[in-house]
């Protein structure tokens, strides 16, 4: 079997996933590449420091970690229920003022 390990986990937008898919030669890339290389061209945002900013003021409110909040803009909820789905997942009880400040700060990434 294979021995892998791990030397070094970060965490990165859907945006800068692209770029280092990008430097792939797509062609001779196996199937999972390609179809995440379609995922992020449909699905990313192009502004990263939108991005890391906003990152930043959520994890600023004092309910999410840096890793959740990427993954909340990664995911681009546009409702309350839709981010509850991740919060209530994650075991966070977060205020609904709180929640509306979170999709507000999403939406501004995404315009």
């Known amino acids: 079997m294979f021995d ?4 070094k986990s970060t965490i990165i ?3 800068e996933v692209k770029d280092i898919l990008s430097k792939l ?7 999972i590449q ?10 990313s945002n192009p502004d990263k420091k939108k991005f890391k900013k906003a990152s930043e003021q959520i994890v600023a409110l004092g309910y999410l970690n840096l890793e959740e909040a990427y993954q909340i803009l990664n995911i681009n ?3 309350l229920p839709e ?4 919060t209530s997942g994650w075991k966070k009880l977060i205020p609904t003022e709180d ?3 979170i999709l507000s700060i999403v939406e501004k990434v995404y315009e």
């Open 4 to 7: 892998i390990k791990t030397k």
């Open 13 to 15: 937008s859907l945006s």
């Open 25 to 31: 030669d797509i062609t001779n890339a196996d199937q």
């Open 34 to 43: 390609k179809r995440t290389y379609d995922y992020v061209i449909k699905f």
């Open 77 to 79: 909820p546009k409702t």
């Open 83 to 86: 981010l509850r789905v991740f």
């Open 99 to 101: 929640m509306e400040q």
